[in-house]
Structures are given as C-alpha cells and as structure tokens.
C-alpha cells in the first residue's frame, strides 16, 4: 500500500513538471465546499420534483397539487405540519391560509424570517376535507419528510400539533401535556407545541397564545436568539 501511494506521488509531481514547462505557473482546485452545496440543492430539486408527481398512495387522486414544503435548505430550524389544507393544497405551498399568515408572524417574532427557515408537512398531499392523514397515508410518505431531514439536518424541529409530534415521539399522549418540553429525534431536538389553526379557531384564548410563545422562546434559546 505505502508502495502504491508513494508512485502515485511521483506520478503526480512528473505530471506538474510536465505542465510547468508547458507555461502553467498553477492550476484552479475547485471549492469543494461549493460543489457540495451544488450538489445539495439539485439533490434537493429532484426530491420535490419527485413529490410533486408522486403517486404511491390515495390522497394523490384528490388533490390538486403536492406540497413539497419551502425555505432554507441550510437553515437549523424546521416546522412540521400535518398536511396542507384547501388554501396550499390550490398554491402548492405550505402554511399559506389564515394558519399560515399566524405562523409567518410567530417566526418574525422569533427573530428568524419565513424564507429562513424551512416549513413542511408530514403528508404532502391534501386529506379530503382536512381529515387527519391515515397511518398507511404517513407510512407511505414518510420517505420524503425523511429524506428533508437528512439533507437539511437541522438542530431543531418544531412539530405543529398531535400527528407530527406523535410521528417523531411515538406517543400517543395529545399535545398539551407533550409541549413545552424537548425531545430527541435521532440528535435533532423536537419541540412540540400548537396548530396555529387552533389557535385561529381559539383566538380570543391568550393563554394558548401565551403557552407557544414560551415553546418557541425556549427554540430561540437553543439556536441563539434572543
């Protein structure tokens, strides 16, 4: 082996010669980093092109559009619905209704902007009249929300009601006694805490309010916001 990599060495150090008397004074490496990124974000794009026309299971007959999810690709901080509704299933965008608009604002409130962070769902198709997806409708998508995670490998995600927390945590307790704590998912910190569509259809109810303010502050925390 150390035979092997000490001609390798000579063959590179003939080769430079060769090309010094040629002219070259050096040559260009490219940015690693840079293609990786690269890389990353096409790896990226083909994952919601594939979303997009996906097919694998029943919910793909009654929307009108799949909903990859948006945002930073680079971000720490990532929320997770349950599904789209009526209003991102026409657009193709996540939290885009009257739920959306409340969460856009507890992110600026946060400190962080919408386009910073990254929103998603656990299914990616609307359930017909914004039903809870079926464990086969998760089960079958999962791969996706997955692989999201793993591309962005953020340091905390914030689950937004009963079905994702349930998804990450594996409990079947209901969101009010699971907020307002963190929990592990494979490294990544999981803080669940309210819809914002319960706190839409709850909205004179300022100790809801109150209650996720204290989640996200303690996620501000975490990621250095103060």
């Known amino acids: 082996m150390k035979e092997k990599v000490n001609r390798l060495f000579e063959e ?16 260009s490496c490219p940015d690693l980093a840079s293609l990786g990124e690269a890389s ?8 919601e092109k ?28 990532m929320f997770v619905g349950e599904g ?8 193709g965008r996540p939290f885009v209704g009257k739920a959306g608009q409340l969460l856009t604002r507890i992110i600026r409130a946060m400190k962080f902007e919408r386009e910073k962070v990254y929103i998603t769902n656990v299914v990616k198709c609307r359930p017909p009249d914004n039903r809870n997806p079926k464990v086969s409708e998760i089960e ?9 995670i793993e591309l962005i490998s953020p340091k905390v995600i914030v689950t937004l009601g009963n079905v994702p927390t349930r998804y990450f945590l ?24 309210f819809h914002p569509s319960y706190l839409v259809r709850n909205e004179d109810n300022t ?16 990621l250095g916001k103060k």
């Open 170 to 193: 594996n409990k079947n307790a209901g969101i009010t006694s699971l907020r307002g704590s963190f929990y592990l998912y494979h490294g990544i910190r999981i803080m669940p805490t």
């Open 84 to 91: 789209p509704g009526r209003d991102e299933d026409i657009q």
């Open 12 to 27: 590179i150090e003939e080769n430079l010669g060769y090309f010094q008397e040629l002219g070259f004074d050096y040559f």
């Open 40 to 47: 990353k974000e096409k790896t990226f794009s083909l994952l």
């Open 207 to 222: 100790e809801l309010k109150r209650m996720v303010w204290e989640d996200m502050k303690k996620v501000m925390a975490v």
């Open 140 to 148: 079958t998508c999962q791969r996706f929300l997955l692989k999201q």
């Open 50 to 77: 594939e979303i997009r026309e996906c097919q694998a299971c029943p919910l793909a007959k009654t929307r009108k559009n799949a909903v990859p999810g948006e945002g930073n690709i680079e971000t720490d901080l």
